[in-house]
């Protein structure tokens, strides 16, 4: 079967022919409907070096936001149907810890014995034809498009579980949440704050188009620039948000976040592109609080497809066929993509 492989640290992927996988026990094999191509896909083959903090080593095929259709169960598997659609949770953790037993295997006690992190991350992931899962993994899709779902399982997953933390916060009349990055996650965070929450939504980018999408789905939005905290502060008459969220986690983007808090407030890092922060007693709003997320949890992302079953959510997403899956990463790459870019082995 045709896969798209990371070879090697700081070398664009490849497309090969590999061997179709078999399930193990307590395993199974999907045929593969859709695998989206994510940011952090990219930071593996191209930034990540050996040793570096999160670096998986190769080769291995990529792919953590996947969906498929049940093609074949591993021993002791029981309770699918050949033919069904479901989609699959990422993370990999051991299974037996405390974290993995609450279904947030991104928060894996054993992390640092485990040979990978997840689907795609150390592990084969699902781009490619088929893919194996763990059956524990899967999610029932029932007539929902697999295809369109497959970036729920990072892209919906993240987003959805900071911001059900913050929803506290979020709780009541006259509140404010703002969303930082609207790229695919920041986009389906403004849906999923606008389905879970009554607040006001506010949303930043430097990219006009993407700020009509969200705008599209009733964020107020204001542009990057000189004047954007000035602007947030203004839409909420001076007061501050009552929770962020930074789907960036550049320096500027987290002092904009900061500098926009309201007193009490929550503000979630999610993007992770590195970037720092000061703190000062005197600077900081009252009770607020700085914090980050990873991910979510198997439980979460049932909720996800519930919403996304229910029309609540629904990625944007631009559909390839595997002999055009490296030209999705280099869109990814060059930001030429305007949705999520979802890679379709068996027919576009």
């Known amino acids: 079967m045709r896969a798209v492989v990371f070879t090697d640290y700081q070398t664009f992927p490849s497309l090969e022919e590999v061997e179709r996988p078999q399930p193990g026990p307590g395993e199974v094999l999907l045929k593969v409907a859709g695998a989206g191509a994510c940011h952090s896909d990219v930071a593996i083959y191209k930034d990540f070096v050996e040793g570096a903090p999160g670096a998986q080593r190769p080769a291995f095929t990529l792919g953590h936001e996947n969906s498929g259709w049940i093609e074949e169960m591993g ?16 993370p990999v953790g051991c299974g037996h810890c405390r974290a993995c037993s609450r279904g947030q295997d991104t928060y894996c006690e054993n992390a640092a014995t485990m040979p990978y992190l997840g689907i795609g991350l150390g592990r ?15 999610i029932p899709l029932g007539d929902a498009d697999p ?19 913050s929803l506290p916060n979020l709780a009541g009349g006259g509140r404010f949440a703002l969303v930082i990055g609207l790229g695919g996650l920041g986009q389906i965070a403004v849906q999923i704050l606008s389905a879970l929450t009554g607040a006001t939504v506010i949303a930043t980018d430097m990219k006009q188009d993407a700020m009509e999408r969200a705008a599209a789905s009733g964020a107020l939005t204001v542009p990057g620039g000189d004047g954007q905290v000035a602007a947030i502060r203004a839409l909420t008459d ?3 948000v009552d929770a962020a969220f930074d789907f960036v986690g550049a320096t500027p983007t987290i002092k904009t976040a900061q500098a926009s808090m309201a007193q ?4 979630t890092v999610v993007g992770i592109a590195g970037g ?4 000062s007693f005197f600077g900081t709003p009252y009770e607020s609080t700085i914090t980050n997320t990873y991910w979510g949890t198997i439980e979460d992302l049932y909720e996800v497809v519930d919403m996304y079953q229910a029309g609540q959510i629904q990625p944007e997403i631009e559909r390839y066929s595997m002999d055009d899956a490296l030209e999705a990463y280099r869109k990814l790459e060059s930001g030429q993509l305007s949705g999520r870019a979802v890679v379709v082995p068996h027919g576009v």
């Open 75 to 90: 021993p002791g598997v029981h309770g699918f149907t050949v033919g069904d659609a479901y989609l699959v949770y990422g």
């Open 124 to 138: 084969d992931g699902g781009m490619a034809e088929y893919v194996v899962v763990p059956a524990r993994n899967l």
């Open 147 to 165: 295809i369109a779902a497959a970036p729920l399982s990072d892209a919906a997953l993240t987003p959805y579980h900071a911001i059900k933390n």
């Open 238 to 240: 001076g007061r501050g």
């Open 264 to 267: 009490g407030g929550r503000f």
């Open 276 to 279: 720092t922060t000061e703190w």
